[in-house]
Structures are given as C-alpha cells and as structure tokens.
Nanobody
Framework: QVQLVESGGGLVQAGGSLRLSCAASGRTSSPDTMAWFRQAPGKDREFVAAISRGGSSVYYADSVKGRFTISRDNGKNTVYLQMNSLKPVDTAVYYC??????????????????WGQGTQVTVSS
C-alpha cells in the first residue's frame, strides 16, 4: 500500500555531512507521521527523528539534536534527513518509516506501519 525508498547514504569523514531522502508512494495520506531510524551492527533499531504531516512538529533523539534536521516536502511526498557534524558512532543503516496514526513523539519501531529498505551511512574517523 505504501512504498518507501531511501537514498543518499554513503561514506563520509567525521565532521562531514550527508542528506538522506525518502520518497513515499502509494496510499499516503494525512495524518501520516514520518521518521528516520537507524541500526548499527549488533544493536537494536534506534529512533533518530520524526516529523508531523504538515512539518510543523519535529522530534529528535538526544544523540542527534543540534546536528541532524528532518524536513519534508509533501508536494514531492519526500522526507529528508540533513546530517551535519557526523561522527563514527552515527555509522548505521538508516531506515525511513511511516505511521498512519502515531504522533510525532512516537519513538518506538512498533508505532510505524511501513519501512524502507534502508541506506548505509558510514562515517570514518
């Protein structure tokens, strides 16, 4: 019903920047909340950031606050994650997620209904 496709991952040196994109297609509709999660090898999937349907409300994990910015362009059905001042600990597969009903403060993977395939981000020291 909903397909999410991430892009923009890659290899970057510590202190560098990357912008991830997630294009949504299918039955997207209000009040979808969209989010980014990440998963490093051997670790649980971790919440990164979320944004409300209209983009007026955002929520960040403490570990990325002040460095990452989530935004969305509803005309393009796309959500972005601008990542600045990257650190080696940010290395992970980054996943885009969509929730039909959760509010922007939902930070558990179980609150999200649809997931992308993930994009690898590697930060070298």
């Amino acid at each position: 019903q909903v397909q999410l496709v991430e892009s923009g991952g890659g290899l970057v040196q510590a202190g560098g920047s990357l912008r991830l994109s997630c294009a949504a297609s299918g039955r997207t509709s209000s009040p979808d909340t969209m989010a980014w999660f990440r998963q490093a090898p051997g670790k649980d999937r971790e919440f990164v950031a979320a944004i409300s349907r209209g983009g007026s409300s955002v929520y960040y994990a403490d570990s990325v606050k002040g460095r990452f910015t989530i935004s969305r362009d509803n005309g393009k059905n796309t959500v972005y994650l601008q990542m600045n001042s990257l650190k080696p600990v940010d290395t992970a597969v980054y996943y885009c997620a969509l929730s039909r009903y959760a509010n922007v403060g939902a930070d558990g993977p179980g609150a999200y209904d649809y997931w992308g395939q993930g994009t690898q981000v590697t930060v070298s020291s």
